[in-house]
């Protein structure tokens, strides 16, 4: 399976963007696709995960009620919408894809895309 992320960019504090994921080759690899973001100087952290067959879905504490993770199955596309951005949201944000369970620990995750990169100012 590969991931192709696209939607990144730069907007002011209480800004919004969407990002896409789009999943190609076996994409029954990808039944839980996750949202991470890494800052400079910082350790990576998962911000967003779902289960793309159902309602299973986690968002780490700091962007509950401001990222929403989304899945068109039929497309085989996973979006993060971001709204009310802060300067803290600012980092390089990848999706991630793995077959078998559901949870931020990256290192289960077997499929990464090259990352787009969110900067708010």
């Known amino acids: 399976v590969q991931l192709v992320e696209s939607g990144g960019g730069s907007v002011e504090a209480g800004g919004s963007l969407s990002l896409s994921c789009t999943i190609r080759?076996?994409?029954?690899?990808?039944?839980?696709v996750g949202w991470f973001r890494q800052a400079p100087g910082k350790e990576r952290e998962g911000v967003a995960r779902m289960w793309r067959w159902n309602d299973n879905i986690e968002y780490t504490d700091s962007v509950k009620g401001r990222l929403t993770i989304r899945s068109d199955n039929a497309a085989n596309m996973v979006y993060l919408e971001m709204n009310n951005l802060e300067p803290d949201d600012t980092a390089l944000y990848s999706c991630a894809a793995r077959t078998n369970g559901c949870s931020f620990t990256a290192s289960y995750y077997n499929a990464w895309g090259q990352g787009t990169q969110v900067t708010v100012s």
């Open positions: 080759g076996n994409t029954r690899d990808a039944n839980c």
